[in-house]
């Protein structure tokens, strides 16, 4: 790769990529409540999804939120798609909640690496920054930028590598998972060294775990150290595995704390027995703690990104 006549871009300051290289970890999550977050405490923020599944925590899609931007469609990755296709602005679906922009992905993010590749051998490594170039002219507009991230394919990591300047790293405790943290050190190596010397790890945490297993969070701990190096910060927090309550959320599109503010108002199991509502309608105790945790952990990420030297 030829990297001297590459264009750095120093990304926004209030950027973190949430990232690692193994699917079914939580990143989706991770990002769209961390969003959601910032959103909430009335920071202008903008959620982009670089990954060829959509998952459409935030109820996009299936319950029509947010401003649709003028023109061709930009769910399914197509807005994404076209930004860096055309080299042109990226395109968010406005006030997804209040002070919530995103642009959502999908299958055509996946085509992202056709074109990638295709463009290679005239631009280079330049084609890496394609995405940081298609955000470059909205960031002003936020305060806070959420990238969540593919690990399918190593030049969509490295797209959203090279317009980040945090990469947070979520984990579970399985070898796999470890593996996929070696994966994303490599490309963060990498795209450091060459397009993006501003970029820098803000963490990694144990996520969807059960937070008494002490032991094992140790040998998790000892893993990033070694893969993300010996500054890494691990986070506390540890958000545990609470499958109902999270599935239950992404179907509805709704946040953790949005659910969980359903419950003094939801049907009981009293009332399913009774025959005066469905299983559906209850909203399990659960998503009480999953909800807290999901918070603390934000707060966790926000404290060591604001306390950190930007380099
Ligand atoms: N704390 C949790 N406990 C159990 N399941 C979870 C939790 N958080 C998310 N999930 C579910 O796990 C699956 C994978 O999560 P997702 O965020 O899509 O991971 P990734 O983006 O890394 O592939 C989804 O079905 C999601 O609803
Ligand atoms: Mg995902």
Same mark, same amino acid.
């Given at each position: ?25 939580? %990143? ?5 409540? %961390? ?28 319950f029509d939120r947010g401003i649709r931007?003028?023109?061709?469609? !930009? ?79 190593? *030049? ?13 790293v979520p984990t579970r405790s399985d ?20 397009? /993006?010397?501003?970029?820098? !790890?803000?963490?990694?945490?144990? @996520? ?11 040998? !998790?701990?000892?893993?990033?150290? %070694? ?13 545990? @595995? ?5 599935? /239950?959320?992404?179907? %509805? ?45 934000? *707060? ?12």
């Amino acid at each position: 790769m030829h990297s001297n006549s590459v264009e750095l871009i120093e990304p926004p300051a209030n950027c973190v990529m949430v990232g690692t290289g193994k699917g079914g970890v939580g %990143k989706s999550t991770i990002a769209a409540h %961390k969003a959601a977050w910032h959103a909430a405490r009335g920071e202008r923020t903008l959620l982009v999804c670089v990954t060829s599944q959509d998952d459409d925590d935030l109820g996009i899609e299936s319950f029509d939120r947010g401003i649709r931007p003028d023109g061709p469609s !930009v769910l399914n990755g197509m807005g994404l798609y076209r930004a860096i296709h055309d080299r042109t602005p990226l395109l968010p679906i406005r006030e997804v909640r209040p002070n919530l922009d995103v642009v959502p992905g999908g299958e055509a993010v996946g085509e992202l690496a056709t074109l990638l590749t295709a463009r290679m051998p005239v631009e280079g490594v330049h084609v890496v920054t394609s995405l940081a170039r298609a955000l470059e002219p909205i960031a002003p507009w936020y305060d806070q930028i959420v990238f969540d991230s593919a690990p399918e394919l190593d *030049s969509l990591e490295q797209l959203a590598l090279a317009a980040t300047r945090w990469l947070f790293v979520p984990t579970r405790s399985d070898t796999n998972s470890i593996r996929g943290m070696r994966r994303i050190a490599r490309n963060y190596k990498l795209v450091r060294k060459q397009l /993006n010397p501003y970029l820098q !790890v803000a963490g990694a945490c144990l @996520y969807g775990s059960n937070p008494s297993a002490t032991q094992l969070h140790q040998e !998790v701990r000892d893993a990033v150290l %070694k893969e993300l190096g010996l500054s890494t910060p691990m986070l506390t927090t540890v958000v545990g @595995y609470r499958e109902m309550p999270a599935v /239950n959320a992404r179907n %509805k599109g709704l946040t953790f704390g949005e659910y969980a503010a359903l419950l003094p108002s939801s049907a009981r199991s009293y009332d399913v027995a009774a025959g005066r509502a469905s299983r559906a309608d209850v909203v399990p105790e659960s998503i009480v703690p999953l909800a807290n945790e999901m918070e603390s952990l934000n *707060s966790e990420i926000d404290a060591h990104c604001r306390k950190a030297p930007s380099s």
